[in-house]
């Protein structure tokens, strides 16, 4: 459960064309300030012209700063305001994707307040030319960046931003926030050469390589962009034999639509495939070597059957292959809620419930959202999420792949989730194997109300200062969860040397919890949490209870 | 031949026979070539390094490519008997099949008694514009959109049309490559990146303890309240004052602009509220800039509904505009639309105002099942311009969204295995051959019969007996008004020949052009001339009948 000091951001922003205020008649202020300021480069301190200044002091005033980098806003009533800065080419820090900074806040009265000095934090750039075999430019390759983030304690590797080489084979990929970045190039879409002929194997193209060489994220060279950097990769990269997937279906193509899917490494290619339906086959384009992952779905008009078919190809040379297809393997998910307290408020529609509510949302609702992930070498592995079964309260997943899975449940009411089952097998410790043509077992989610609340005070260090609290199982500690601080915003002269936190729906149980001073620190890494544990505070949590505890923040990192 | 891709080499590499393709066969001896030499499309000069591919036409798989030597020459050897496709590329020239014209390319006819080891095939070397986008601030302005159009002879009429797009980057540059040589326009629509559009209402009761409101309309700050109008090279608010960039072969133009900033118009559009009793409905405002020739583009701008039947439209720059009111209800909705020149703050009064005509109706096929997917085309005789809709399985279509712009235009409809428009009725509309004029605010309701066309019709274009490649080959209809979806075309292949298919039942004239490539084939004056020397058919169902056809040579240009 993600709690960020947000909430003073969402009254003063609204998601419409037109902002709406209560036109009240108020007693007149008694006296007005003004708010005055600079926008500065947090690298080179230099002011910068021409940036958008908003102070949203009751509705949003803008003003854009002067060749010296400063800006007034004249007439502001007494307050507390949120300001935010825009520019092009800079990031607000509090503005950037999974940025801890708190917005800062202009305090008009009862003094006239002092000159803000806002910074911007300049873009990071990766540009720079690809080069073929010959040292020709390599044009219309594509080009991705991935970045890296800890979000919920694990690291993740996301595609934060694409491109293609022009003509001269040059790429730019701006608005780079500070981060660590990986850099994607290829594949070529089209053969780069036929050096014999294609059908033998004699198409060549640039396969897709990460900066600065090799096939996988683990040969992969991290980038650093710190704010400001405009980094320069030149970069030859060396064609390979292309080949290509032919193949048949055991169905007839006239009448179901084939769908295909072609996945390397986990992640989807737009492998442009052409299905001919009237001979019944089908062929992608031309395909680096490589480990793929075909799979096919078509939907049966005559039964309303979903069908699939899976096939792992070491792609070495061009092949022919049969998909056959088969029923595609779905999963019952059933929950039962175990409800103790007699002041038990269950979710919006109650199941076995009486009252208006349950009727109304009873054919969508389930107790809890169950995630199946893919357990597979990927940047980001497949997800498959349970889909509530019309006016029942269960569940099914639908089209799953074989292979193994983890399963996470979240409940969707005041619950927390005691046991998730496949028959006699632990599904919260193990993994669930998934076969085709197996019998696929009932997932059971067992939900208990009794939950235990932590209830938390954190001294900081200074003020604002942003943290992380995790709370680890004893028994499991892989199933550690964070929350953020929060204090009360708006309010002048609230404390901000003490900041709140509380996680509730908790198993009653034994835990130990930390409150660290990096956001994204990698706590489900066991190696980088082991070195903080013993700074952890312990904690015992009981039924129905709920836990006051203080904590100071402990500085993770470097 | 015809091609049906853009990229010839992705075209050969397509994985399936086009049926009733002549075949290369396996079995006949393979002992012919393919051989030539590749030059500059305008110097002549011989072109070493440009890679050359051959594929037979049906037959997957079967291509081949090598690389011209220093003398620009390229062979291929021991070939079966067959069609096949040539195509080149090389850096600094556009990627072309054998004499592309349009859609359309000769194929190499390979066989006993044809010479195809003497090709010459020209590569026009291909140009670019490009340029940077920059504020009032000398600063670049990103994610602009810059538009090319291109002015010149498309499907044998003058036009012109909206060529490509692209997007400025963080230092705000563009490019447009792979150009052929032309007459373009670039046009650039932006906004800028600090502009603040949104009007503030505040509301109180009329009196005290009413539930009557009066409203209070807060301005934007005008310093911000700014657009950028839609600006063409160079610094022109329009087509037709746009200075025309004429791009030589081979050459890198540039057109940068500078964009200055102007007072937004603000647009009150007074409408009937929609709703009832069981609650207030939607209503939303679509606004395209004309920009000439008939071109519209969309502009991003904000409303904010003041109360029910009353809308502020900011971010408006002057000028022309189509602004098209969107209202729904349940499952009532309606579109209204008119065409406004605005040069100051304006109101707009839409209560009342007729709702858009719509056009709608029935496909039926006459010779068989009407495909899934199948699509009716309508194309403003005027603008080119073309809007369309998807046949559902029944038959039915409806024109959704915006609805015909008052006009003629030509009625086409297309689906796998093809299919060609045999008569065509309306209620509501004036019909002619294939075409249907639409006039304002008037319901149109079609009933459209189509045929497979199963005729087809393959010759040879001679000239003094002699086949000729590379000329323009077209089907003419015995009616040539309003009857566009009656004509073929194709180009005379290495020997002369040429393929038409798809044919509709009826009489038809088929002629052959020389430099036919250059004509304004489109006007029925224009082709008339040429008719007495063309070739009479009549074309019966499922006919395939062979001709031979005189070559003439167009004159005008």
């Known amino acids: 459960m993600h709690f960020r000091p947000l909430l003073l951001w969402l009254l003063v922003f609204s998601p419409f064309g037109s902002f709406e205020a209560a036109w009240q008649l108020q007693p007149a202020e008694p006296k007005a300030f003004n708010v005055r300021g600079k926008v500065v480069n947090s690298t080179t301190g230099e002011p910068i012209h021409g940036a958008l200044v908003q102070l949203f002091a009751g509705r949003p005033r803008s003003r854009l700063t002067g060749p010296d980098g400063q800006f007034v806003f004249e007439d502001v009533p007494a307050g507390t305001f949120a300001v935010q800065v825009r520019k092009p080419g800079f990031f607000f820090a509090p503005q950037l994707p999974f940025s801890a900074a708190s917005p800062p806040m202009i305090i008009a009265g009862p003094d006239e307040p002092p000159p803000a000095t806002l910074k911007l934090i300049p873009e990071g750039i990766i540009y720079g030319h690809l080069f073929g075999d010959s040292g020709e430019p390599l044009e219309s390759l594509p080009v991705q960046v991935f970045c890296e983030r800890t979000e919920n304690g694990r690291k993740a590797r996301t595609e934060f931003r694409s491109t293609n080489t022009d003509q001269q084979g040059e790429f730019r990929l701006a608005e780079l926030p500070p981060g660590r970045y ?27 390589a990460f900066y600065p060489s090799g096939p996988d994220l683990a040969s992969a060279a991290p980038i650093e962009i710190a704010p400001g950097k405009h980094l320069e990769i030149n970069w030859t990269l060396s064609s390979q034999p292309f080949y290509r997937i032919s193949g048949t279906v055991n169905a007839d193509l006239r009448h179901q639509s084939l769908s295909l899917q072609l996945t390397r490494g986990g992640q989807a290619l737009a492998s442009g495939f052409q299905i001919d339906p009237e001979i019944g086959t089908f062929r992608t384009q031309w395909l680096p070597a490589g480990l793929y992952k075909l799979t096919g779905r078509m939907h049966d008009p005559s039964t309303g059957q979903e069908l699939f078919a899976m096939q792992n190809l070491n792609l070495t040379s061009n092949v022919t292959v049969r998909l056959m297809m088969v029923p595609s393997l779905n999963i019952p998910v059933t929950f039962q809620v175990q409800t103790t307290r007699s002041d038990s408020q269950p979710g919006p ?48 997943i639908h089209n799953l792949l074989p292979g193994a899975y983890s399963i996470e449940a979240f409940p969707n009411g005041p619950y927390y989730v005691q046991a998730v089952r496949s028959g006699a097998l632990n599904l919260l410790e193990q993994n669930l194997m998934v076969g085709a043509g197996g019998s696929l077992q009932p997932i059971e989610v067992v939900l208990r109300d009794d939950f235990a609340t932590l209830d938390g005070s954190v001294a900081l260090q200074g003020e604002g200062q942003s943290g992380m609290v995790v709370v680890i199982p004893e028994d499991s500690p892989q199933r550690a969860r964070n929350a953020n601080l929060f204090w009360q915003p708006g309010v002048p002269g609230a404390d901000r040397q003490t900041a709140g936190f509380e996680i509730s729906q908790l198993a009653p149980g034994s835990y130990r919890v930390l409150v660290v001073d990096d956001p994204s620190f990698e706590y489900e890494n066991p190696d980088v949490l082991q070195k903080y544990l013993s700074q952890a505070q312990e904690i015992l949590l009981g039924p129905n209870q709920r836990t006051k505890v203080t904590l100071g923040v402990v500085h993770v990192g470097d | 031949m015809i091609l049906s891709g853009f990229a010839p080499l992705l075209l050969a590499l397509s994985a399936f026979a086009q049926q009733d393709q002549p075949r290369a066969t396996a079995d006949a001896q393979a002992n012919f070539a393919i051989a030539g030499v590749v030059v500059d499309g305008v110097s002549g000069q011989l072109l070493s390094q440009a890679e050359v591919f051959i594929q037979a036409q049906g037959i997957p798989d079967s291509g081949q490519s090598m690389m011209t030597n220093d003398d620009g020459s390229f062979a291929f050897y021991n070939l079966a008997s067959g ?42 070397p291909e140009a670019s514009i490009s340029g940077e986008v920059t504020d009032e601030m000398n600063d670049p302005v990103r994610q602009a959109n810059v538009i090319l159009f291109q002015r010149g002879l498309r499907s044998g009429r003058s036009a012109t049309w909206r060529r490509a797009g692209a997007s400025t980057d963080d230092r705000g540059h563009y490019s447009f490559t792979h150009l052929l040589p032309g007459t373009y326009f670039v046009a650039v629509s ?13 509301r109180r009761a009329s009196n005290p303890g009413e539930v009557q409101t009066e409203e209070l309309i807060i301005p934007p700050d005008p310093a911000l309240d700014v657009v950028y109008p839609v600006t063409f090279f160079s610094n022109a ?93 349940g499952k009532e909705s309606s579109v209204r639309s008119v065409s406004v020149h605005l040069a100051e703050d304006s109101k707009i009064d839409f209560s009342g105002a007729a709702v858009n005509a719509t056009v709608s109706g029935v496909i039926r096929m006459d010779d068989g099942v009407l495909p899934a997917r199948s699509f009716i085309q309508f194309r403003n005789r005027n603008t080119g311009e073309q809007v369309g809709a998807q046949v559902e399985e029944n038959g039915q279509f409806v024109l959704r969204g915006r609805s015909l712009d008052p006009g003629n ?39 459209v019969v189509v045929s497979k066309g199963t005729g087809r019709v393959s010759g040879v274009a001679l000239k003094d007996d002699q086949p000729v490649d590379e000329v323009m080959v077209v089907l003419v209809p015995e009616v040539l008004e309003n009857n566009l979806d009656l004509f073929r075309r194709d180009q005379s292949d290495s020997d002369g020949s040429f393929n038409l298919a798809g044919i509709l039942p009826g009489k038809y004239t088929i002629i052959a052009l020389e430099s036919g490539w250059d004509l304004n084939w489109y006007d029925p004056t224009v082709l008339q001339k040429y008719l007495p020397s063309g070739e009479h058919v009549e074309v019966a169902p499922n006919a395939k009948l062979q001709v031979k056809v005189k070559v003439q040579t167009s004159f005008q240009k």
């Open chain 2, 237 to 329: 608010p329009n087509m037709a004052d746009a200075a025309p960039i004429t791009v030589r072969p081979g050459e890198a133009e540039t057109a940068d602009f500078a964009l200055h900033p102007i007072s937004a118009l603000h647009l009150t559009v007074i409408c009937d509220p929609p709703g009832g009793p069981d609650g207030p409905g939607n209503v939303w405002a679509e606004v395209r800039e004309a920009v000439g020739e008939g071109w519209h583009e969309g502009v991003s701008v904000h409303s904010a509904q003041i109360r029910p039947g009353l809308l502020e439209i900011t971010g408006l720059p002057p000028g022309g505009f189509d602004l098209t009111l969107h209202t729904s209800h």
């Open chain 2, 190 to 202: 932006a906004q800028p990146w600090y502009a603040q559009h949104d009007v503030e209402i505040m």
């Open chain 2, 409 to 447: 235009y030509d009625v086409s409809a297309n689906g796998s295995g093809g299919m060609a428009v045999r008569s065509l009725s309306a209620t509501g509309g004036k019909v002619s051959g294939r075409s249907l004029e639409v006039a304002a605010g008037q319901d149109v309701k079609l009933t």
């Open chain 1, 349 to 396: 529609a109650l199941f076995g419930g009486s009252g208006l509510n349950a009727t109304r949302n009873r054919q969508t609702y389930v107790p809890a959202r169950v995630v199946l992930t893919l357990q597979e070498q990927a940047l980001s592995p497949r997800q498959f999420y349970a889909e509530a079964v019309d006016g029942d309260e269960a569940a099914v």
């Open chain 1, 182 to 208: 990986f850099v994607l190039a290829g594949p070529s879409r089209v053969p780069s050469s036929f050096s014999a002929r294609p059908s033998q194997g004699g198409a060549r193209g640039y396969a897709a």
């Open chain 2, 83 to 124: 069609h096949y496709t040539l195509s080149a590329r090389r850096r600094g020239y556009l990627e072309q099949a054998y004499k592309q014209h349009e859609g359309f390319s000769t194929a190499i006819i390979v066989g006993a008694g044809q010479d195809t080891s003497h090709l010459r095939f020209p590569l026009p």
